[in-house]
């Protein structure tokens, strides 16, 4: 099954990190990385811009309402995602204790996701 791992953390703190901060969280999240591609189970990640960079679309209003920055004012904001292929929710959450092991702070919310391709739908 393919689980998807969100990235929250305080986007401040993360933002503040020197380069070496930075290149060291990431060197800890490659060594994961690999073991996952290794077994074939790593799929698409994405760092994401700040929410500076954010636009959001209300769609709660009559027309839609686009508005700069991110829906939600939160003290963590989604920071990235990867998908997983995972035999189950204990195997996704021990990825998701690897990945904290290498990026400290914040959490990870595991959600599995149900692909939907257009033109098939399940009865």
């Given at each position: 099954m393919l689980y998807a791992f969100?990235?929250?953390?305080?986007?401040?703190?993360?933002?503040?990190?020197t380069k070496e901060e930075?290149?060291?969280v990431m060197a800890g999240l490659?060594?994961?990385?690999?073991?996952?591609?290794?077994?074939?189970?790593?799929?698409p990640?994405?760092?994401?811009m700040?929410?500076?960079?954010?636009?959001?679309?209300?769609?709660d209003t009559d027309p839609p309402l686009v508005l700069d920055g991110p829906y939600a004012e939160t003290k963590e904001q989604l920071l990235g995602f990867?998908?997983?292929d995972c035999e189950d929710l204990e195997e996704a959450l021990g990825v998701a204790r690897d990945f904290a092991k290498a990026n400290p702070g914040g959490a990870y919310e595991v959600r599995p996701l149900k692909l939907f391709l257009p033109g098939s739908f399940e009865k």
């Amino acid at each position: 099954m393919l689980y998807a791992f969100l990235c929250y953390n305080n986007e401040d703190a993360v933002f503040s990190w020197t380069k070496e901060e930075d290149d060291a969280v990431m060197a800890g999240l490659h060594k994961v990385h690999q073991r996952l591609i290794e077994k074939k189970k790593f799929g698409p990640a994405v760092r994401l811009m700040p929410t500076t960079a954010a636009t959001t679309l209300r769609k709660d209003t009559d027309p839609p309402l686009v508005l700069d920055g991110p829906y939600a004012e939160t003290k963590e904001q989604l920071l990235g995602f990867y998908v997983i292929d995972c035999e189950d929710l204990e195997e996704a959450l021990g990825v998701a204790r690897d990945f904290a092991k290498a990026n400290p702070g914040g959490a990870y919310e595991v959600r599995p996701l149900k692909l939907f391709l257009p033109g098939s739908f399940e009865k």
